[in-house]
């Protein structure tokens, strides 16, 4: 379909390699750490492995050839055809993702490369799950962010607003700032689903358990630690590859695709990770 080298690595760590996006080590440390009464921050080595393949593929990236062939593909006669071979799937969508899938170029490109790492069979819920979260974010409360944030999208100011107010509402009425806000809420949505254990529990109903897991002496450090952990890794995954993108010539012309690589990384490293750290607790 297109040189899609940075959405599929994403993808591909996001869905088969989930330990590669997370700083949260694999070895058992965790648990002992947390019920250390000495020990009120984490002190691992914090690295994430695969942020250098999504580096590297960033760097090998032909954006202007990626550019032409997704928007071929996503303005052909039938581009939900198009997308379901992409992704070795479903060949209906709801009708909301539906939508975004045709319209929406940054947000069709990650999302593609991410349903195409899921197993097949996993595809239908997990379509419907980002159907919902933007059901969510268009017409309801807007989409809660494990653990502690809500995106909406912005309100037109009040007939009273002064006009720095104005001002301030229109610089972020922007095309990124959807581009954003609608790849961090898919990919939440995904991993949510994506991250379910053996008897069910979606992400959210895990971090839930939390609260009542023997194993944890301290509930209140626990749910520090897992926005900490979770915030950390996408500040630092979206960061780098922000500025990989901002260095990358075939980036600097596609604002909105540098912003959607960047979003899409430092969110699946978000969710990873969350995965990771209730794992490493048995939970």
């Known amino acids: 379909m297109a040189n899609l080298a940075a959405y599929q690595q994403i993808g591909d760590l996001l869905i088969n390699r989930t330990d590669a996006l997370s700083p949260i080590p694999r070895n058992g440390s965790l648990l002992p750490a947390l019920n250390d009464p000495n020990k009120s921050r984490p002190?691992?080595?914090l690295e994430l492995s695969g942020l250098l393949d999504i580096l590297n593929a960033i760097a090998g990236a032909d954006v202007g050839d990626f550019v032409g062939k997704v928007l071929s593909?996503?303005?052909?006669?039938?581009?939900?055809?198009?997308?379901?071979?992409?992704?070795?799937?479903a060949e209906r969508f709801p009708v909301i993702f539906e939508g975004f899938l045709q319209h929406q170029l940054e947000l069709a490109a990650s999302l593609i490369s991410i349903l195409r790492a899921l197993n097949p069979q996993h595809v239908n819920d997990v379509t419907a799950a980002v159907n919902q979260a933007y059901g969510d974010y268009f017409f309801g409360d807007g989409v809660k962010i494990l653990p502690d944030r809500t995106l909406s999208p912005p309100e037109l100011p009040g007939i009273t607003s002064n006009v720095e107010q104005i001002a301030a509402l229109f610089s972020q009425k922007t095309g990124e700032r959807y581009v954003r806000d609608l790849i961090s809420i898919a990919i939440e949505a995904i991993g949510n689903r994506q991250f379910t254990d053996p008897a069910g529990h979606d992400l959210p109903t895990r971090l839930a358990l939390m609260s009542n897991a023997s194993q944890i002496q301290d509930k209140i450090k626990a749910n520090k630690w897992f926005a900490g952990?979770?915030?950390?890794?996408?500040?630092?995954?979206?960061?780098?590859?922000?500025?990989?993108?901002?260095?990358?010539?075939?980036?600097?012309?596609?604002p909105l695709i540098a912003a959607s690589v960047a979003t899409a990384a430092g969110t699946a490293a978000r969710k990873a990770t969350q995965d990771t750290f209730l794992s490493e607790l048995g939970i």
């Open 73 to 89: 593909a996503l303005k052909s006669l039938d581009p939900l055809k198009a997308a379901g071979i992409v992704i070795q799937g």
């Open 43 to 45: 002190d691992f080595p």
């Open 229 to 254: 952990f979770s915030n950390l890794a996408e500040a630092a995954v979206t960061a780098a590859v922000e500025q990989a993108t901002q260095g990358a010539a075939a980036f600097s012309t596609s």
